[in-house]
């Protein structure tokens, strides 16, 4: 585990380094290059951070649908905690994706908010996501808890297809498309798709460790409790 943290710290900052646009010699050689993209510009490199913490709301989303199911059909309480922690970091991830969603929209169309349709999608599945959370806090008993729970996720991820992918492309968006257009085809020169999936293979690595360490706290606690 020590050597998996430190090979996903050393990776993460190179992520970081290189999406930014912060080379660590003078004279950045050409392959670093970034490209300059019509409209977007270095607008751009958000996408290393935000399309990355977007997916990761659906593992976490999914990953919590797959641990609720576990539940109800074995009723162990550790799947329950392994589906309650995806959820939260899901809820965590897709708030930071509506943030730095919110950042790009600033720059590009002098509001952080107007309601645009993956704007409003996205908050929808915080919304529910919230109310998540808010019949856990609001039940007390833990089996009865995690069986309303586990069939509240299953609801929930049903439904996250919906407000991430079919929404936003039923309706009008400003979103962008040149990169990663409505086709699902990738338009990204050599540079940017090595950085591309360097930070989806980064961010994947970090969620995995989040979630890990998540649920061995959560399970202590629930040990400690019995």
């Known amino acids: 585990m020590n050597v998996f943290k430190t090979v996903l710290f050393v990776w993460m900052t190179a992520v970081i380094v290189l999406a930014l646009g912060l080379p660590m010699v003078a004279q950045p050689s050409t392959w670093y290059q970034f490209p300059i993209i019509p409209a977007l510009e270095e607008k751009a490199r958000i996408m290393f951070f935000h399309v990355p913490m977007a997916w990761l709301s659906v593992v976490a989303f999914v990953s919590s649908m797959v641990y609720g199911i576990k539940y109800l059909r074995k009723k162990n309480l550790d799947d329950d905690v392994r589906s309650a922690s995806a959820a939260g970091l899901g809820f965590l991830f897709c708030f930071l994706a509506t943030a730095t969603g919110a950042i790009w929209a600033k720059f590009s169309w002098g509001t952080y908010w107007n309601w645009d349709p993956r704007q409003t999608s996205i908050f929808v599945l915080l919304l529910i996501y919230g109310a998540y959370f808010a019949l856990r ?39 962008p498309e040149p990169i990663l257009n409505t ?24 969620y995995f460790w989040m979630w890990r360490l998540q649920v061995r706290i959560q399970t202590s606690h629930l040990n400690r409790i019995n």
Do not use: Q
């Open 183 to 206: 086709e699902g085809k990738v338009h990204m020169n050599t540079t940017m798709l090595i950085v591309f999936l360097s930070s989806l293979a980064g961010f994947t690595g970090l």
């Open 137 to 175: 806090s609001a039940i007390e008993v833990e089996e009865k808890r995690a069986s309303l729970a586990a069939v509240y996720s299953i609801i929930a991820a049903v439904t996250m297809p919906f407000f991430m992918f079919i929404m936003p492309r039923i309706l009008s968006s400003l979103h």
